[in-house]
């Protein structure tokens, strides 16, 4: 499996996005996570649309826009346009799961579907056939810096045993330690907010976690 760091941009300096983005780009991220809250579905509020399309002027590496909105499927076409590759959102939306995942496709982006800590895995089964990659969430979704739920590594272990080829994303609390934990289990895409953005060289950071994601 492809290993894949998606650097989280809550992290990151919202007033220097374009400087933030380009150490992750210098540092070889395979991804940019962009955390879209709506202050309903979790507490908080964070960005929309039209700042992922003007991130997405500066910024060459591929966007995994993760909706944490209780209606995704208002909005699939306005974070597409926006630039949006990957498209992540929650079995417990408000929105019909199978249509909104049928709306990202017909956008041209692929798509994905999030856990989050309290709820079963095999809520996904019935739709692994159109995912690209399931998002098993490590801490409730709503904040950055909180700490890391080792006791949600089984849902990894039985996702990646019956489904071999599928891209598992872990989220929260990510960092050098508890990465090699989620690899471990069988997770390949690595989301760190705190972790890079918070530590004195990013890059180096980002290197590190992509040595400890691959065992090296
Ligand atoms: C939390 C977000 C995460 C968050 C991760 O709801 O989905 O992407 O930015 O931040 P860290 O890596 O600091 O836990
Ligand atoms: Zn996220």
């Known amino acids: ?12 300096d919202f007033a220097n996005f ?32 039209p700042v992922i399309k003007a991130l997405k002027r500066v910024c060459k590496v591929p966007f995994d826009v993760h ?3 209780s209606e995704p499927l208002k909005y699939i076409e306005d974070f ?10 929650h079995v417990e939306c408000d929105s019909d799961t199978e249509e909104t995942i049928d709306k990202i496709i017909a956008c041209g982006c692929k798509a994905a579907l999030a856990v989050k800590p ?3 895995i095999d809520a996904v089964y019935p739709y692994m056939d159109k995912l ?16 890391f739920m080792a006791d949600m590594m089984p849902k990894i272990e039985k996702l990646r045993k019956d489904y071999p080829d599928v891209d598992i ?7 050098a330690e508890t990465i090699k934990v989620c ?11 705190s972790a890079v953005f918070k530590s004195e060289n990013p890059a180096e950071t980002i290197s590190l976690l992509k040595r400890n994601a691959k065992g090296l």
Do not use: R
């Open 67 to 69: 909706l944490m909105i």
């Open 183 to 193: 690899a471990n289990a069988g997770a390949n895409i690595f989301v760190a907010g």
């Open 132 to 147: 690209s990659m399931v998002l098993v969430m490590t801490v409730e979704p709503g904040f950055g810096g909180q700490s």
């Open 18 to 49: 374009e400087a933030e983005l380009k150490k992750c780009e210098d540092a070889g991220a395979e991804l940019i996570h962009l955390d879209v809250m709506d202050g309903h579905f979790v507490p908080n509020i964070t960005m929309g649309a």
């Open 118 to 120: 309290n709820t079963s």
């Open 80 to 89: 597409a346009d926006a630039g949006a590759d990957l498209i992540s959102f």
């Open 169 to 175: 994303q872990v989220d929260g609390g990510v960092n």
């Open 1 to 12: 499996m492809d290993i894949k760091i998606s650097p989280s941009m809550l992290a990151s």
